[in-house]
């Protein structure tokens, strides 16, 4: 059973590492940024999963240090790639942290990434629970330069009419949801609506969890902006995304 002392140990030792996923431009099918994913590689036993060790780690509050480190490495791993775009997940217990804002300005100041390469992901469940506090970090976050990108949209609850009106910079269509493009007509229906009101409402979209070429080229298709998923690669150490035939922006 993992247990809080196993993370707080693990974090000591620094087992653990950030890995990354590419995100395409849709059009030119070119590398123009990584989502930054936390890994236990060095974990004795076995290496465990974040959903094995997120959820433990925001029960125990140690997703504020582990948060930080996943934030602070992946911008000093990207900062010598000069265009490449960073895109870190962000637990709403971390959004909740009044202090949230000044710790990501901290670490944009100590590693001088620049605030305009960087998206903070974050879900429904974080914006719902406190939407005043929603609205205020979200402001804040631009005010630095950062982008805010809703993560996971369509397995909430929430309308993209009602998210709207939280000035969200990119919406992430979840793969549960983007998945079914290849599916069958409603589905289909469903996921380009999503994607043409998200357009119009100014916001860039992203969709994840493409896995073949058929859901790459409806997608493309369907208008989203950038595209996300094992079609592309799975999420591996940096150094191995660097040398993927992926040619970069
Ligand atoms: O890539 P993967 O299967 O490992 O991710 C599983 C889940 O864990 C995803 O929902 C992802 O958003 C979440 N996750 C991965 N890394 C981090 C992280 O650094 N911080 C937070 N809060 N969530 C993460
Ligand atoms: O919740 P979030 O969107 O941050 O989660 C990212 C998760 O999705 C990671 O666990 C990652 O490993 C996984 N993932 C990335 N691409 C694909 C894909 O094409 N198919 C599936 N099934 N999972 C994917
Ligand atoms: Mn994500
Ligand atoms: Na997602």
Known sequence: LLIENDIREGLE??????????????????????????RWPRRPGGELKPDDFIPVAETSGLIYALGQFVLRRACQQLMPLSTLKLSVNISPAQFRDPEFENKVASVLGTTHFPARRLQLEVTETYVLENPERARAAIANLKALGTAVALDDFGTGYSSIGYLRRFNFDTIKIDKSLAGLVDDDEQASVLVSGTIRIASALGMQVVAEGVETEKQMKLLRLAGCDQLQGYYYSAPKPLNEILQLPLQQQ
């Open 13 to 38: 030792r620094e087992e653990f590492d950030v890995w990354y996923q590419p995100i395409v431009d849709a059009r030119t099918q070119a590398m123009i940024g990584v989502e930054a994913l936390a």
